[in-house]
Every structure is written in C-alpha cells, then in structure tokens.
C-alpha cells in the first residue's frame, strides 16, 4: 500500500481500533498472506481500488433488517423450493420443506460442521 | 466498475424466437423502431437493471440465483432448458439478496435431484458460457446433513468478496444427489493456478473444512470430454445447450 495519493477512490479512515481474536486452532489462521485476518476483514477496501468486501458476520446481521425480510415482489412460484407471499395455505408443504424462516431454530446455526467424514 | 460479462448476443438468444410474428408487420424504418423499443422494453421485464435501494449495502456485483432439477425418470435430453432450470432472481445489495434467500428452501430440505446456482449476472450456469469455458470448478463432497450450512457460508463468502480473486469467480452450485450432496464454486482461469489455490484455501477458512477434506478441482473441458459422478448434471447442461442452440 502505498502513502501517496494513488488509491484515488479509497478514502481514507481513522485507523480500526485493537481488536483481539482469540483462536483455538491454527486452522482458522488465514493462508498466506492474504489481505484478510483472523476473524474477519480488518479493511474494508483494498489498494487498487475499491472493492466491497463483507465479513460473515455483518452479512448474517443484515438478515434481520426489514426490507430483508420481505419476499421479492417477482419471486416465482416454484413448489417445494420458493414461497411467495399468498401462497402459504394454497401449497401444503410437508414441514420438512418450510422456507428459511427468521425464526430459525436458534441451534440450527451453531451445530458442529466438523463431523464430516469424507 | 462492473465487469461487462455478457455479450449481447447471449442477451439476445434469450429472446429469441418471441417475436418472428411481428416481424411482417413492421415493414418501415418506423415499425422497425417500434418493434425494437418493444424487443427493449420486453427483455427489461425479464431483466430490470437490479440496484441496490435506498440505504441498503451494495455488492461488489449483481448475481442471480437459479434452480434446476431433473425429473425423475425420463431421459434428459428430452428436456427442455426452461423445465429444467429456473431463474429465481437477481439481486444488488444485501438486503434483496436475503429477500431471496429467506424465501427459498435450504438444500438440503430439496428433494431429488436437484441444484440451487448462484452465478454473477450475466454468466449462465453453464460450462459453455463466455465466462466459463475456460474455467474450472473446486468440488467439496458432502454427507448428508451439512449442505445447507456449507452452501450458506459458501455463497456468504462469495458475495462478501471474501476469495481475493479479482474477477475470477464466476459462480457456486450446490447439488443435492441421493448418497450425498456437493458443492462447487467455479472460477474463470483454469490455468490459472495461484488463483486456484487462494479459493481452494479460502473455501477451507469459510467452510471450516478439517484439514484432511478432499478437495477436487476440475475444468469444466475435462467435465465435457470425461462423464464423471456429475454426469447426469453434465448431460443435462450439455443436452440443454444444444437444444437452446437450435432454437431458430
């Protein structure tokens, strides 16, 4: 990165204040030298332009916001798959093919994936 | 700052074969005009530029989900593009892209044979594509039960610019199949290995894959020339090109 004025379209930031990760395993340490570190993106831009970047956990937020939670006005109508507004009493969907609903069993985002055998 | 991805003769295939009817009636320059404003103003209401609303945290790129399956039973090439792969829809900014997401079951509530596809807008979810046919794809098996988990942190991954590719991704699918599901992220370069290697090792930071995963990359040519275990998904892509191709 450099001190000069190159990276026009980045504007520039007070520097992130300290903040610590803790990490259980070596595993989470990013490779290489990547321009990211452990826990998320420290910047949010990148030299040579800007590029918009979003870590998981801010993603994760956004859920929650309002305009997040109603269904795109052309959703199509896919049985088993999509569910647009109204169309909730006409279809009956066995549990198991319910959308993703906010209520989402607390749990559900919490389990173990390092189970895998593969 | 986008990319353009799509050359307007991909825009244009779609459409075609909508509107040969009209073609006899507008014979002057202004009927022509007309006509191509309509051609316009119909391919908008398939394809309304997505932007991000008012407040809502933009993405680096626009991308579209798609859904395809196949139907059990019946022979692939008897298929036509459109029974078979869906658009869903496009999106801009975070927000739409939850609007869709919620919206939609998680892989692994799908029955059958089926696969959600999350690609750029612009690039179909097809080896042939302009953006593909020189790529490749990184393919995670997995047990049942951690494909929904595993495809929600792929997609966030992607959309948060989390690869560190430039403009090489091109898409991810995850498909759901009997004994297991898989997913895939597919890149642009194939050749390209220094690119390769950073998805490979960022998949394993956001998948939290354990260290001893397989992990298989495969070009999209080799996946033509060589039936693998994604055959059936091969033949149908391939099967569904063709027939688009023919479209007079």
């Known amino acids: 990165m450099s001190a000069g004025g190159s990276c026009g379209q980045t504007p520039s930031r007070a520097i992130p204040a300290t903040r610590r990760v803790v990490l259980s395993d070596g595993a989470q340490l990013p490779p290489g030298d990547y321009s990211t570190t452990p826990g998320g993106t420290l910047f949010s831009t990148t030299p040579g332009g800007t590029r918009i970047i979003y870590d998981r956990k801010f993603l994760m937020e956004c859920r929650n916001s309002p305009v997040a939670k109603t269904p795109p006005r052309d959703l199509p109508t896919i049985p088993g798959v999509t569910s647009p507004p109204g169309d909730e009493p006409a279809t009956e969907m066995n549990p198991n093919h319910l959308p993703n609903s906010h209520e989402d069993k607390p749990g559900s985002h919490e389990e173990s994936q390092f189970e895998m055998d593969i | 700052m986008r990319p353009k991805l799509r ?10 074969g909508d509107h040969d009817q009209n073609e006899e009636n507008s014979t002057q320059k202004d009927g022509e005009k007309e006509k191509s404003e309509r051609d316009k103003s119909q391919s908008s209401n398939k394809r309304k530029a997505v932007v991000p609303g008012p407040a809502e945290h933009p993405l680096q790129y626009n991308y579209t989900f798609w859904y395809s399956r196949r139907t059990p039973g019946r022979p692939t090439s008897s298929q036509s593009y459109e029974q078979n792969i869906k658009q869903i829809g496009t999106f801009a900014s975070v927000e739409q892209f939850w609007r869709f997401y919620s919206h939609m079951v998680r892989p692994g509530d799908l029955t059958g044979h089926s696969d959600f596809h999350l690609f750029k807008e612009g690039i179909k979810p097809m080896w042939e594509d302009d953006a593909n046919k020189n790529g490749g794809k990184w393919i995670i098996r997995l047990r049942k039960g951690l494909a929904s988990r595993c495809w929600e942190n792929l997609i966030l991954a992607m959309l948060g610019e989390q690869f560190m590719v430039g403009e090489e991704i091109c898409g991810a699918v995850v498909s759901v199949r009997f004994q297991e599901d898989i997913i895939s ?64």
Request: aromatic share 6%; charged share 25%.
């Open chain 2, 185 to 248: 992220i597919w890149n642009k370069t194939a050749s390209d290995q220094a690119t390769t290697a950073r998805i490979r090792d960022t998949l394993r930071r956001v998948l939290n894959l354990p260290p001893n995963t397989i992990m298989e990359y495969k070009t999209h040519t080799d996946s033509i020339k060589m039936p693998g275990r994604l055959g059936p998904q091969r033949l149908l892509f391939h099967n569904l090109w063709k027939t688009r191709l023919n479209v007079p």
């Open chain 2, 7 to 16: 050359s307007p003769d991909c825009l244009k295939d779609d459409d075609s």
